[in-house]
């Protein structure tokens, strides 16, 4: 089945400066590729999307970008803000099964 | 936010107890999904639903059981509680498109 690598685990970050968070797969049919916010105590939310007939996607501060070839996908966040603080899940679908497995989640934290 | 609910939100049991969580929607949605989060370990899939009475096992279905007679509901069942089993648990529904709108989720402490 697949398998789905999320680094790192956790991300300290000053407000203003760019956040990455990287994820791999292992089942090269996957091209489907959510990302994934959860706020302390929340329920997980859908915050960005990419299928691999695309290699990014943005939307606002967030953008996804998929590599194939290397079968990675990564989240960027740009000018972050105390409210991005958040557990991020990346996770992946192969278009055979309905349905996602997904990364282990990266713990970001935003200092003002 | 998609109509789905999870009952009960809170439940503490004891070792060797039946549990039941109930997960309600109404999507109208084709798939149903339970998931555990536990720190260290994300978001697992125990077993989902692509229809009624049409089930099948995730990853860590093993002391697990479910059950859909109808649309709306999925059942998840725990025969005989663990201690193993305490975590938080997450309903989640999707369509076709293939996102997942999750619960609010169940919060299980198995003493």
């Known amino acids: 089945g697949e398998n789905v690598e999320q680094h790192p685990s956790t991300l300290s970050v000053q407000e203003g400066d760019s956040a990455v968070i990287k994820c791999t797969y292992s089942?090269?049919?996957?091209?489907?590729f959510p990302w994934y916010k959860q706020e302390l105590g929340k329920r997980p939310q859908l915050i960005i999307d990419?299928?691999?007939?695309?290699g990014e996607k943005k939307d606002q501060r967030i953008a996804v970008t998929l590599n194939k070839t290397a079968k990675h996908f990564s989240l960027h966040i740009t000018e972050t803000q105390p409210e991005d603080s958040a557990v991020y899940f990346c996770?992946?679908?192969?278009?055979?099964?309905?349905?996602?497995?997904f990364g282990k989640g990266t713990m970001l934290l935003v200092s003002p | 936010d998609a109509g789905i609910t999870q009952s009960p939100r809170h439940k503490v049991t004891e070792t060797g107890t039946p549990v039941t969580l109930r997960c309600h929607q109404t999507?109208?949605?084709?798939?149903m999904y339970w998931y555990r989060q536990d720190p260290g370990h994300g978001l697992r899939l125990i077993h989902y639903?692509?229809?009624?009475?049409?089930?099948d096992k995730g990853e860590v279905s093993d002391g697990y059981s479910v059950s859909r007679s109808k649309t709306e509901d999925f059942l998840l069942t725990l025969e005989s509680a663990t201690s193993s089993q305490t975590s938080v648990y997450f309903c989640?529904?999707?369509?076709?498109?293939?996102?997942?709108?999750f619960g609010e989720g169940s919060r299980l402490t198995v003493l």
């Open positions: 989640a529904i999707s369509d076709r498109t293939g996102e997942l709108f």
């Open positions: 089942d090269s049919a996957s091209n489907y």
């Open positions: 990419i299928r691999s007939n695309v």
């Open positions: 996770a992946a679908r192969n278009s055979g099964y309905s349905t996602l497995t």
């Open positions: 999507e109208n949605h084709r798939y």
């Open positions: 639903s692509y229809g009624v009475k049409d089930t």
